[in-house]
C-alpha cells in the first residue's frame, strides 16, 4: 500500500524558517519523481518544487525560488523541503505527491499533472 506522510509544519514568524518531510512507504521512491504542492485558503493547488531525480535540476515556483530547496534521500524513502525567509503568502497546507505508478508526473509554471499518489497535508502558517 502506497502512502505518504507529512510532517514539520506549524506556526512560524515572517522570515522564519522549517523543514518538511514526507516519508513514503509501499513503493521504491527512487523510481519515481516527486513534488511539494500546497494549497492556500481562497487559491488553487500550485505545484511548489518538483524532483524527477536527484541528477536533474528540480523545478521550483517563481515565488519560492531562492527560498526553498526540494531534497530526497532514496535510502531513506523520505522527501524533504527546506523553507527558509517564510511570507505570509507561504502559508497553506503543504502536500507532498509522487508519480507513482504511471512516472509521469511533469511540473511547468503552467501547471502540474500524473501526481497520482499524495500524502495528507500538513499546514504551514506565516504570521507577518
Known amino acids: 500500500q502506497v502512502q505518504l506522510v507529512e510532517s514539520g509544519g506549524g506556526l512560524v514568524q515572517s522570515g522564519g524558517s522549517l523543514r518538511l518531510s514526507c516519508v513514503t512507504s509501499?513503493?521504491?521512491?527512487?523510481?519515481?519523481?516527486i513534488a511539494w504542492l500546497r494549497q492556500a485558503p481562497g487559491k488553487q493547488r500550485e505545484a511548489v518544487s518538483c524532483?524527477?531525480?536527484?541528477?536533474?535540476?528540480?523545478y521550483y515556483a517563481d515565488s519560492v525560488k531562492g527560498r526553498f530547496t526540494i531534497s530526497r534521500d532514496d535510502t531513506k524513502n523520505t522527501v524533504y523541503l527546506q523553507m527558509n525567509s517564510l511570507k505570509p503568502e507561504d502559508t497553506g497546507v503543504y502536500y507532498c505527491?509522487?508519480?507513482?505508478?504511471?512516472?509521469?508526473?511533469?511540473?511547468?509554471?503552467?501547471?502540474?499533472?500524473?501526481?497520482?499518489?499524495w500524502g495528507q497535508g500538513t499546514q504551514v502558517t506565516v504570521s507577518s
Open positions: 505527491a509522487t508519480d507513482h505508478p504511471l512516472r509521469r508526473g511533469v511540473c511547468t509554471s503552467g501547471g502540474y499533472r500524473g501526481y497520482d499518489s
Open positions: 509501499g513503493f521504491t521512491l527512487g523510481h519515481y519523481a
Open positions: 524532483m524527477v531525480r536527484s541528477a536533474y535540476s528540480p
